[in-house]
């Protein structure tokens, strides 16, 4: 029996998922969704923090809820009065993570709030999500290649072939909830043939 159909399945529907990803709509195309172009826009000015994953999915995450110096947690900024969530492009992910104040340079002291500070989450030299955590060292680090960064200190490379820091966020205090102050500082992305990195 041929598994011809099933594979033409297969790259039908990787196609499909990569035009809806860019928010692109062929005519014709049954169910085909566009996404609000302020998914797609970077965290801004007075967005709060959400949990991007798990049961506290959605949830807005207060400025005591972490603990200092433990795995960084998965967010997405949310327009508190409409509640659209910035989440159309995975270049909008943010990693959050308290840091215990004395290990904090000025630098990134001055972007943080109760010792939280908030990256992108998505590591500079190939584009891997930044999930896994050193604990031994308290840092980032990417799964793919081992790139690491030190989130007490602008999230700076500190191994690992990752050629910048992590662009950072910086936070400010929201009515309780951990609030973006501005958009993001530095570059967001990864090198990419022809192209410039994303937020240059």
Not at 30 to 50: I, M, S, Y
Not at 53 to 58: M, R
Not at 71 to 100: E, S
Request: aromatic share 6%.
């Amino acid at each position: 029996m041929s598994n011809k159909p099933l594979k033409d399945s297969v790259k039908r529907r990787t196609v499909l998922e990569g035009i809806c990803a860019a928010g692109l709509v062929v005519p014709g195309m049954v169910g085909a969704q566009v996404l609000d172009p302020a998914t797609l826009t970077p965290p801004q000015a007075n967005d709060v923090l959400v949990y991007s994953y798990g049961d506290e999915s959605g949830n807005v995450i207060g400025i005591n809820e972490l603990d200092a110096d433990s795995k960084q947690i998965f967010a997405w900024a949310m327009d508190p009065v409409n509640r659209i969530l910035r989440n159309g492009t995975r270049l909008n992910q943010v990693v959050l993570v308290r840091v215990a104040p004395d290990r904090l340079s000025d630098e990134t002291a001055a972007r943080s709030i109760n010792g939280l500070v908030a990256y992108s989450g998505v590591c500079s030299h190939t584009g891997c999500d930044v999930t896994d955590w050193n604990d031994e060292f308290l840092r980032f680090q990417c799964p793919c290649h081992e790139s690491q960064f030190d989130p007490a200190d602008g999230a700076r490379v500190v191994g690992g072939p990752a050629p910048w820091q992590l662009a950072a966020l910086p936070l400010k205090d929201i009515d309780g909830a951990v609030g973006v102050a501005r958009e993001f500082e530095g570059r967001v992305g990864f090198p990419q043939p022809g192209l410039s990195p994303f937020g240059i």
